[in-house]
């Protein structure tokens, strides 16, 4: 009986199972944050994919890969995590933070390894195991840098060309010509300041912010319903 109990407490499965193997375990982003809840979501994905490597993890070994199997397996759960940290790379700063901590993790890696194998003396060369290591981590420190900063260029092209275009200021000449071509259209509606910034759908302080260029007192959409009304591309009205 006491060897019945003895094997079923030495085959148990540990207590590791159930974790997830998250490096940063919590989420850097509070709640309210624009960032917390995409967090949480590439946390998840990258929880499920550990998973996945490490229930294929026995099936991947065997004879032929005895030799690498262990730095694969290592490196796969390393681009798990790497790959979260690197959607939230938006500044230098952030970019450099990332840096650090990608090679952090890739040394407790490369300890955790060290903790493993000295222990059970493997019959093989650790030096060589974790000289391979530490080439393949290596390796993948620049991967996931040169991946980050790609997304940091993505990011901030999306941005410009969703920003609107930076006009400069227009010179006096064009000011008064502006000004000249809606008195030419309020005379032939017959309408007055007033009455012709009513029918735009706009206010007289938007139209004369249109005019100036001055973005405090109007947006795309208002500058365009003037546009429409005075029959003028964004090229003409710019044009100098």
Known sequence: MD????????FRLPGSFAGSDDPVETNPYPVGHPAHQLWLEMTRQAQ??????????????SPETADEWMQRLVVAKFDAWARRGAQFVSTDEA????????VDYANTWIEAVVRLLVPRNPPFS???????LRNRLGARVHHWRAEALRQRVEQEAHAAAA?????????EQLIERRWALIRKHRR???????SFARSVGVSETALNGIVREDRSRFDDETQDKLLKAVSMTCEEWYRE
């Open 188 to 194: 032939t509606l017959g309408l007055d300041a007033a």
């Open 163 to 171: 920003a609107p275009p930076v006009r400069p200021q227009p010179s």
């Open 3 to 10: 060897d019945d109990v003895n094997a079923a407490e030495r």
């Open 126 to 132: 650790l030096d060589a195991v974790l000289v391979d």
């Open 95 to 102: 970019e450099w933070q990332y840096a650090l901590w990608l």
């Open 48 to 61: 499920a994919e550990v998973f996945g490597i490490d229930a294929g993890a026995h099936e991947a070994l």
